[in-house]
């Protein structure tokens, strides 16, 4: 069973060059607010495994595990759930000049798994997220959706939304 751990010391477990070890711990990657919309965990927390691998004077890290996120489908705004899987990497190396080899999430031997995990949750969710693959949204002139509607139902002619006529009427002249 994995312990629940939002920061982990990293000299404990691989205290000298050429120590590694794999963990499992729970995290919580927290909630993503992309413009007014809001996808959560559906849980507490999610598995990860962790892979630290000591090298002289650094780490190399690997965090590992699958999310399943929460929140309204983009193209119909129905509950969609979606299972992502997360595979990221770090190297710290204290005292390197170049910043690929400092990781932003360990500070004197100390991970930060939690912000680690969000960051890596959030690059790797997909440009949409959606309840199906096959979404097809909602009516542009009614607003029902689409998914389960009937094709003709929504075949509302060419005069346009229908509540746009009253401004069809103004004269600006």
């Known amino acids: 069973m994995a312990q629940r751990a939002d920061s982990i010391d990293l000299a404990r477990i691989a205290p000298a ?3 590694g070890k794999r963990v499992d711990v729970d995290v919580l990657p927290g909630e993503f607010s992309y413009g007014d919309v809001t996808y959560g965990l559906a849980g507490e927390a999610t598995t990860a495994r962790l892979d630290v691998s000591r ?6 890290l690997r965090l590992r595990f699958t999310a399943h996120l ?3 489908c983009v193209r119909c705004l129905e509950g969609a759930a979606m299972g992502i899987d997360v595979d990221a990497r770090e190297v710290e190396q204290p005292g390197a000049a170049d910043e690929e080899l400092r990781s932003p ?5 100390e991970l930060d798994v939690r912000a680690w995990a969000h960051d890596a949750l959030a690059l790797a969710m997909p440009p949409q997220f959606l309840c199906r693959p ?3 949204g909602l009516c542009s ?7 389960d509607a009937d094709a003709a139902d929504h075949e509302h002619g060419s005069g346009g939304d229908p509540r746009w006529d009253k401004l069809r009427e103004l004269r600006l002249d």
């Open 70 to 72: 929460e929140g309204p």
């Open 17 to 19: 060059p050429g120590d």
């Open 55 to 60: 090298a002289h004077g650094g780490y190399a």
């Open 105 to 109: 999430y360990v500070s004197d031997d």
């Open 141 to 147: 002139v009614c607003g029902a959706s689409l998914n």
């Open 134 to 136: 096959d979404c097809a």
